[in-house]
């Protein structure tokens, strides 16, 4: 606001607004000259900085053409790299310019920075391997025992981008006063990786980057997979024209944040998925810290509508204080975006629901109890755990919240595994967590860092069902005269007259039995009177294209034969009944390990649940 008399002040620059003008010369009008000259400046430095952002950006329709010149036009490098030599790779270096130029250009409005590597970085700012051949990436082991040099200045150079992003957000936060509504804001400019290379590319260094930002993260062998070019296209897709809400726009928002308000019998202790706190304290956040908490705010970055945040809260109400009958409990969730037609819309979100404080009848309890949402839960906060502990001690602790739940909610006499009992409500989460500490979540063999950290990102911000069908894997069997029907996914479902479909959702595999493969090679299929076993062998086809038609990242798609190499893809994933050690009576396949069965596990568990 302008002093009186002042006739109004300019508006503020970059700099947050100049100082008031020296008085002028006696007879002249104290501000008019002085503020001619402050609107001369300001006009011209943003004519400066228009015209610097033009050599770099543009609309698309003046630049459509040169862009795809350019893109056509794209050649390897022709320099030659020695034989012992890493290409150079400046990808920390062109990120941080990526971001600048956005934050310079567009700085409240929504953008995607897009890097496509297939490589790691080797020069400059990010680098996470020297470009001699003779020193490896880093493995789980250099990890462990921090062995490597590179990684933790890598992972800090990447984490003050993200804090970059957030930092304006931050600043907002702290400039209300206690009597204004909170305003929310986020990191506008969202950073997605398309990594396609057999080795490495440093995605585990990248991770805090995408994820504060709300990005995308795709992870293939190579630019010529349907894995990368369906998945860059899918990025891109619109709500149909006939909506009535967004027609034609894109499928994506930003700026996104989310904040939680609860009623004074709990308190919010974290979030996890793809977040970052805006640290907002308030009465309602819980001293007992889950994942990202001492918030009850969170920057999103970028959301779609398939974007998934698990909150987690705390009782705080006393035990010795029970609730009076009748008492409900209130959650408020206000999520604020930018839609992709430049529009800022807030949604309000509030769920309301009764508490149960009689310690002696725990069955309303245990008839609210989601089983599915529970797998999910524990799934990310494992995942989360494996950042900062070491994966043995995570596992004890899954083992461990298992036997006390059992212990609790199960019906037995005590040191009877016999009388043992689940109810209905109950029975599937042992069996979700069996597969979830046998999934490559939990299990560090035979997997990279980078494969590990896409895994771990992929389950933070997928749906419910989408995480179920990645902690266990879906099943379909299909044979001769009968329609495809769910199966066990154990190794008796196994036989060699039947076709498997397995969907992990990260892959999804068509497993030919032992005689359907020979039929199949015999090319029975192409005569008339076998239409039957060529229906049999289109019907997992199709029902494999419908999955991946509806999914993104697109999975792998794989075609395998029982005994051969890649059938590797079905077989670590199913429960060993049969192993080459044990024989599970069911007639199936054996499976070469040493991991212990889910009845072993079953009968470990009820010993150790009954336990007085």
Known sequence: ??????GGAPPPTRNGGAPPPPPGPPGSHPHHQPQQ???AQQKTFFSLSDQLLQRFLLPVSECSLVLETILEDLRKDPWPVPSDKRV????GSALSVALSLLDLA???RGGRVMLFTGGPCTSGPGTVVSRAKTESMRSHADLANNAETLHKPACEFYSKLAQGGSASSQNNGKKNSSSAPPSFSGHPHVVDIFACSLDQVGMLEMKELVEATGGLMVLGDSFAQSVFKESLLRVFRRYPENDTDSPNQLCMAFNASMEVHTSREFKVSGAIGPVCSLNRNSPNVSDIVVGSGGTNAWSLGSIDDTTTVAIYYDISNPGNAPLPQGKRRFIQFLTKYQHSN????????TLCGGWHSDTNNISPIKFSFDQEAAAVLTARLAVHRTETEDVADVLRWVDRSLIRLCSKFAE???????SFRLSPEFSLFPQFLFHLRRSQFLQLFNSSPDEAAYYRYILTRECTSNSLVMIQPTLLLYSLGNPPQPALLDSDSVRPDVILLLDTFFHVVVFHGETIAAWRENKYHEQEEYASLKDLLEAPQVDAQMIMDNRFPVPRYIVCDQHKSEARFLMARLNPSSTHERDGGGGGAQVFTDDVSLRVFMEHLMKLAVQS
């Open 88 to 91: 150079a790779r400046a990808t």
């Open 1 to 6: 606001m302008g002093g009186p008399g002042s």
């Open 106 to 108: 567009i700085p409240r």
């Open 342 to 349: 430049g529009g800022t819309r807030l949604r309000s979100t």
């Open 412 to 418: 037995y006499q005590p040191d009877d595994p016999a």
């Open 37 to 39: 000259n402050g609107y």
